[in-house]
């Protein structure tokens, strides 16, 4: 492995490390005090069909959708409400690429000129 090369893995580790300890706690099950949320009023879309469903309302608990329905949800104390108004509401798109060359060192830092 050249210098620049071990450098660059050095350099890049904190961040894998940073998320794959990430991913790991979003795939686990949320805590007994996670916060909630409740969604009312939104068509959701699943991505799976090219139509939103009926006007519905999406309690979250933690990272988990603990129930979708089209009546009423009753409002535990603690939960955050957010009035979708006939809005879609979607599966988060999550932009996990990155780019390697953007950690190089510059050609001084590098020994190059």
């Given at each position: 492995?050249?210098?620049?090369?071990?450098?660059?893995f050095i350099a890049a580790l904190p961040l894998v490390v940073v998320g794959l300890a990430s991913a790991a706690r979003a795939q686990g099950n949320p805590p007994a005090n996670a916060s909630a949320?409740?969604?009312?009023?939104?068509r959701i879309f699943d991505g799976k069909s090219a139509s939103l469903?009926?006007?519905s309302n999406v309690l979250v608990k933690g990272n988990i959708i603990e129930r979708i329905?089209?009546?009423?949800?009753a409002i535990e104390p603690g939960?955050?409400?957010i009035a979708g108004n006939g809005r879609?509401?979607?599966?988060?798109?999550i932009d996990?690429?990155?780019?390697?060359?953007?950690?190089?060192?510059?050609?001084?830092?590098?020994?190059h000129r």
């Open positions: 492995m050249t210098s620049v090369s071990r450098r660059i949320t409740l969604f009312q009023n939104v469903s009926a006007p329905s089209t009546t009423a949800v939960v955050t409400v879609t509401l979607m599966p988060g798109l996990a690429h990155w780019h390697a060359m953007l950690i190089r060192p510059n050609p001084v830092q590098g020994g």
